[in-house]
């Protein structure tokens, strides 16, 4: 199952870099900081769109900050991603207070581009862990989990289980100026 994931991290990864190289005019050394964007508003922006979508009920979803060391929820998070806090310049997660809903987004910001592919280890090591509570507890839940979508641009990923990835991932594509 890692192989697979990794293959298809790869696919998605070369695309994306494919996709920033052809829109981008200039040094292609400079390719990785052609991406900016600000995780808070990316995250202020998922919170809408699920809010849409659950017609204007999101009390039950909670915000994390992961930069923030005296936030204990954000810390639940680097802890199960297994990385330093260090590796990041700002994230944000956001899920289910309660566990009956793998609904999950988490949006980082890696410190450096040499960081990224520790802090995408971690997205996928937050995957493994969440494959194994659901598959074994709700499986509408576990489906939602196999649709996951971890994705980069730049120094910047996104992690996304929810029941319409698509949308949330639209926001990600258009705040990293993707086409």
Not at 7 to 17: A, H, W
Not at 18 to 47: I, K, L, P, R, Y
Not at 58 to 84: C, F, H, S, V, W
Request: hydrophobic letters at 40%.
């Amino acid at each position: 199952m890692k192989k697979v994931w990794l293959v298809v991290s790869l696919i998605v990864l070369t695309m994306v870099m494919a996709a920033c190289g052809s829109s981008s005019e200039g040094d292609s050394a400079d390719e990785t900081e052609a991406v900016t964007m600000n995780t808070e508003e990316v995250m202020n922006q998922v919170e809408s769109q699920i809010s849409e979508d659950m017609g204007g009920e999101t009390g039950m979803l909670q915000r994390a900050n992961l930069t923030d060391e005296e936030d204990p929820a954000g810390q639940m998070y680097i802890d199960t991603m297994g990385i330093e806090r260090d590796l990041l310049a700002s994230g944000f997660g956001y899920q289910s207070m309660m566990n009956v809903n793998s609904t999950t987004i988490i949006v980082l910001e890696a410190a450096s581009a040499d960081d990224v592919p520790a802090v995408k280890e971690g997205l996928e090591a937050y995957l493994e862990n969440q494959v194994n509570v659901w598959s074994q507890y709700l499986p509408d839940q576990y489906e939602k989990v196999e649709n996951n979508i971890i994705k980069t641009a730049g120094n910047y990923l996104i992690y996304i289980t929810y029941d319409h990835p698509e949308n949330i991932e639209t926001i990600f594509d258009e705040a990293a100026g993707a086409e």
